[in-house]
C-alpha cells in the first residue's frame, strides 16, 4: 500500500495563489504517474490534471487550464499543483492519486491521498 500526503491547502481570496504538495511516505513518487482531482460539495470528484511519471506530459482540464500547472521533483519525491488566479468556484477538496503506467484523466488510479480542503472566497 502506498500512502500518499498532500500538504498546501487553505484560504485564500479570488485572484489568489496557492501550491499543492503530495508526496508519499516510502519516497517513492517517482515510480507513479500523477494526478489531481478535486470534490466540490455536493458534486462529484472531477479531473484537474495529470502528469507521465517522467513530466514530460500533462493534461488540464479546459476549467483549470492556463491557471493551474503541475509539475514534479523526482529527486525530491514529491508533486505539485500550482494555483493560481483562484477563483470561488475552484473551492474543493483536492486530492493526488498515483497510478502504474500511463497518467489517464480518469479516475483509474491505483493509490489516493487523504485531500486537502482549498476554499477561495469572493
Known amino acids: 500500500q502506498v500512502h500518499l500526503v498532500e500538504s498546501g491547502g487553505g484560504s485564500v481570496q479570488a485572484g489568489g495563489s496557492l501550491r499543492l504538495s503530495c508526496g508519499t511516505s516510502?519516497?517513492?513518487?517517482?515510480?507513479?504517474?500523477m494526478g489531481w482531482f478535486r470534490q466540490a460539495p455536493g458534486k462529484e470528484r472531477e479531473f484537474v490534471a495529470s502528469m507521465s511519471r517522467g513530466g514530460t506530459i500533462t493534461n488540464y482540464a479546459d476549467t483549470v487550464k492556463g491557471r493551474f500547472t503541475c509539475s514534479r521533483d523526482n529527486v525530491k519525491e514529491m508533486v505539485f499543483l500550482q494555483m493560481n488566479n483562484l477563483k470561488p468556484e475552484d473551492t474543493a477538496v483536492y486530492y493526488c492519486a498515483a497510478k502504474w503506467g500511463p497518467a489517464v484523466t480518469t479516475e483509474n488510479y491505483d493509490y489516493w491521498g487523504q485531500g486537502t480542503q482549498v476554499t477561495v472566497s469572493s
Open positions: 516510502e519516497g517513492t513518487i517517482s515510480r507513479y504517474a
